[in-house]
């Protein structure tokens, strides 16, 4: 299931040349996962609460354009369990239909003392 968030970008969010700072582009993909991740019923926060701590284990990363400031950037995202204790966000930020960022994050699902543990069942509806 596909997952859309707006963002627009601020002064705060570009570099000197007056375009996205590159770091910059993984705080809106971090938000895109957090909102998705909320669509399984408990906020990042309340999941944590729950024993489950959900963190990036590898993430590969393609600029293909680069936003600028005040631009309207649409965060795409979709969601796939790759075993019980991995899962897999496909992202894409977006303007105007033209993919700008493409990106695969791994995560892994952890238990409070940071050992490995099956994700919720809400994770693999």
């Known amino acids: 299931m596909e997952h859309r968030l707006t963002c627009k ?12 700072y590159h770091a910059n582009y993984l705080k809106y993909l971090e938000r895109g996962r957090s909102e998705y991740v909320e669509r399984f019923g408990k906020s990042i926060w309340e999941w944590n609460q729950s024993g489950y701590y959900i963190v990036v284990y590898a993430m590969n ?9 005040g631009d309207i950037l649409d965060v795409v995202s979709t ?13 894409r930020i977006e ?9 695969d994050v791994e995560l892994a699902c952890l238990d409070p003392q940071f050992n ?10």
């Open 116 to 125: 490995l543990r099956e994700f919720p069942p809400e994770f693999r509806s």
């Open 61 to 69: 990363i393609r600029f293909k354009r680069a936003a600028q400031l």
């Open 79 to 91: 969601f796939t369990l790759q075993s019980p204790y991995r899962g897999l966000f496909k992202q």
């Open 9 to 20: 970008v601020y002064y705060e969010d570009t570099d000197a040349l007056g375009v996205v």
């Open 95 to 103: 303007r105007d239909g033209q993919t700008y960022v493409e990106a």
